[in-house]
């Protein structure tokens, strides 16, 4: 099965660098994925990874270590908006199947 | 459409009832998904469809829960007997293709569903 860990609350402060770590366990690994959730409001796709190393796009970076199972989701010139729900998902492949497993979620306050 | 649409947006329905959940995804994309979220808990994998491919059914968590998706388009997921615990936002994704580079998932805004 697959084990995805991420913390469970951060608090950052507008303007400032956040990282949002994610660890996990899985077999047949296929890539990981970066969602933001705001309160109420579906997941919305931020970045995906599969090969190690950093992905920029804009603001928002992600970094993959497939040896380390590690990812983590960097968050540049933090604004209000960007108080969310950030969620860590695993692709895995096997059979001839996918599954895509989230962690909990990281929820990010953004304060003044 | 613009995006994924899923209706009804709430349901609430009494313990033992049945329920359907509609999806309707993004035109030409292939693949449909449907997760459940449960209060401060992460997104729980139910079932994936692919094409016509036969459906990977390996997340639903009971007999209770199944669900079709016909002409390759709309899905219909189905809870019969209601129980409390089956009470959380339920949420429908569709991508170009199964997962894999820059397939990334497209999700409707979720049906929030009560059990009393």
């Known amino acids: 099965g697959q084990n995805i860990d991420q913390p469970t609350e951060m608090t950052a402060t507008e303007g400032a660098i956040v990282q949002i770590n994610c660890t996990y366990q899985t077999s047949g690994f296929n890539g990981l994925f970066w969602y933001q959730q705001h309160a109420g409001e579906a997941p919305t796709f931020l970045s995906y990874?599969?090969?190690?190393g950093l992905e920029e796009k804009g603001r928002f970076s992600s970094f993959l270590s497939r040896s380390k199972g590690y990812s983590y989701l960097l968050l540049k010139e933090l604004q209000m908006k960007d108080s969310a729900s950030y969620l860590c998902?695993?692709?895995?492949?096997?059979?001839?199947?996918?599954?895509?497993?989230f962690g909990k979620g990281t929820k990010l306050s953004v304060i003044p | 459409g613009a995006g994924v649409s899923q209706s009804p947006s709430n349901k609430v329905t009494e313990k033992g009832k049945d329920v359907e959940l509609r999806c309707d995804p993004i035109?030409?994309?292939?693949?449909l998904y449907w997760y459940r979220q449960s209060l401060g808990q992460g997104l729980e994998f139910l079932i994936y469809f692919q094409g016509n491919s036969a459906p990977d059914k390996s997340g639903l968590p009971s007999d209770r829960f199944s669900a079709e998706r016909t002409g390759g388009s709309v899905s219909t997921l189905t809870i019969q007997r209601t129980q409390q615990e089956d009470s959380a936002v339920y949420l429908c994704?569709?991508?170009?293709?199964?997962?894999?580079?820059?397939?990334?998932?497209?999700f409707g805004p979720g049906t929030r569903l009560t059990v009393l």
């Open positions: 998902a695993v692709s895995s492949s096997g059979a001839g199947s996918y599954q895509l497993t």
């Open positions: 990874n599969v090969l190690d």
């Open positions: 035109s030409g994309h292939t693949a």
């Open positions: 994704a569709s991508s170009l293709a199964g997962l894999g580079p820059y397939n990334e998932q497209f």
